[in-house]
């Protein structure tokens, strides 16, 4: 299987239209704006966000410039103070991408391995796990990643990939570590969280659409699923639904903890009004992210 058929098939894409973001909405007593920040883009995917420059990372897929109806990825960013946008095309397929908050070092994973990037040269070097398929990355503390198509974790260090002996035997789509050193990661089966040190998983969820998986800037886990956007239990082991969504595809964070969520076109960022909403998850019945 090709990695663009698995990634169709994590995916479940529907085919269903959805109404545009209403630019402003109360519900429940909670104000909010929805922004759109970037359009007429196809299918744009694992987002994350550089907070000490307030960017945000992701990829999208483009025809491919010498295969007739092949589909490559390409990583672009957009840096919201400016809503400046560019293609980081020195990457080939470039996938997934994560930030290093603490040195603003950004990471992107192709087709061919994990590059650093650097925003102010626009330019991105060859870093590790060389002629090898990035199908995921992470980073708190040390570089993780999974490949395709095995999905089988690993870590970075030094240019060293090692197998990740927490998930040693466990597949992994997508992956985050909380502020309580809670692992949280999916694959096919279902959403599981695990402390990191142990090899004692707690179950959460299976049959659900997985679109992303994050934690805000104070390290508060949440899950994108197609219908939504969930903060994830953990006192309860349940999911409970901070907004609705139709088709939605990413998830992140601005610098000022605001949602920033893609559908299959674009990507808005959302808003609350500080003064109405209480702080986090506030409720929100529904962001009708769509085409216009």
Same mark, same amino acid.
């Given at each position: 299987?090709?990695?663009?058929?698995?990634?169709?098939?994590?995916?479940?894409?529907?085919?269903?239209?959805?109404?545009?973001?209403?630019?402003?909405?109360?519900?429940?007593?909670?104000?909010?704006?929805?922004?759109?920040?970037?359009?007429?883009?196809?299918?744009?995917?694992?987002?994350?966000?550089?907070?000490?420059? *307030?960017?945000?990372?992701?990829?999208?897929?483009?025809? =491919?410039?010498?295969?007739?109806?092949?589909? *490559?990825?390409?990583?672009?960013? !957009?840096?919201?103070?400016?809503?400046?946008?560019?293609?980081?095309?020195?990457?080939?397929?470039?996938?997934?991408?994560?930030?290093?908050?603490?040195?603003?070092?950004?990471?992107?994973?192709?087709?061919?391995?994990?590059?650093?990037?650097?925003?102010?040269?626009?330019?991105?070097?060859?870093?590790?796990?060389?002629?090898?398929?990035?199908?995921? !990355?992470?980073?708190?503390?040390?570089?993780?990643?999974?490949?395709?198509? =095995?999905?089988?974790?690993?870590?970075?260090?030094?240019?060293? =990939?090692?197998?990740?002996?927490?998930?040693?035997?466990?597949?992994?789509?997508?992956?985050?570590?909380?502020?309580?050193?809670?692992?949280?990661?999916?694959?096919?089966?279902?959403?599981?969280?695990?402390?990191?040190?142990?090899?004692?998983?707690?179950?959460?969820?299976?049959? !659900?659409?997985?679109?992303?998986?994050?934690?805000?800037?104070?390290?508060?886990?949440?899950?994108?699923?197609?219908?939504?956007?969930?903060? !994830?239990?953990?006192?309860?082991?349940?999911?409970?639904?901070?907004?609705?969504?139709?088709?939605?595809?990413?998830?992140?964070?601005?610098?000022?903890?605001?949602?920033?969520? =893609?559908?299959?076109?674009?990507?808005?960022?959302?808003?609350?009004?500080?003064?109405?909403?209480?702080?986090?998850?506030?409720?929100?019945?529904?962001?009708?992210?769509?085409?216009?």
């Amino acid at each position: 299987m090709k990695m663009w058929e698995l990634l169709l098939s994590c995916l479940l894409l529907s085919q269903a239209g959805a109404k545009p973001v209403d630019e402003n909405k109360e519900v429940n007593d909670c104000n909010y704006t929805a922004e759109l920040l970037k359009e007429k883009l196809d299918r744009p995917y694992l987002l994350s966000t550089d907070y000490n420059t *307030n960017t945000i990372y992701f990829s999208y897929t483009v025809p =491919s410039k010498t295969d007739e109806g092949v589909e *490559n990825f390409t990583s672009a960013y !957009i840096y919201l103070n400016t809503k400046e946008y560019g293609t980081i095309n020195n990457v080939q397929d470039g996938f997934a991408q994560s930030v290093d908050q603490k040195s603003g070092d950004v990471y992107i994973g192709g087709s061919d391995g994990i590059y650093k990037y650097d925003h102010n040269t626009k330019n991105a070097e060859l870093l590790g796990a060389k002629d090898t398929d990035i199908w995921m !990355i992470y980073f708190k503390e040390v570089l993780y990643y999974s490949v395709f198509p =095995s999905q089988f974790l690993y870590t970075l260090v030094d240019g060293t =990939s090692t197998r990740f002996s927490d998930l040693e035997d466990t597949k992994v789509d997508h992956m985050v570590i909380d502020n309580e050193n809670d692992i949280f990661f999916t694959n096919e089966t279902g959403l599981f969280s695990q402390k990191k040190g142990t090899k004692n998983a707690v179950f959460f969820a299976n049959n !659900i659409s997985v679109r992303a998986l994050t934690t805000d800037m104070n390290g508060k886990p949440y899950i994108c699923l197609n219908n939504g956007v969930y903060s !994830i239990n953990k006192k309860e082991i349940k999911l409970d639904l901070v907004f609705e969504t139709v088709d939605a595809f990413g998830l992140t964070f601005d610098s000022e903890n605001n949602f920033v969520c =893609s559908d299959d076109t674009s990507i808005y960022r959302i808003k609350a009004d500080k003064h109405k909403c209480n702080d986090g998850p506030f409720l929100l019945q529904s962001v009708n992210l769509g085409t216009n």
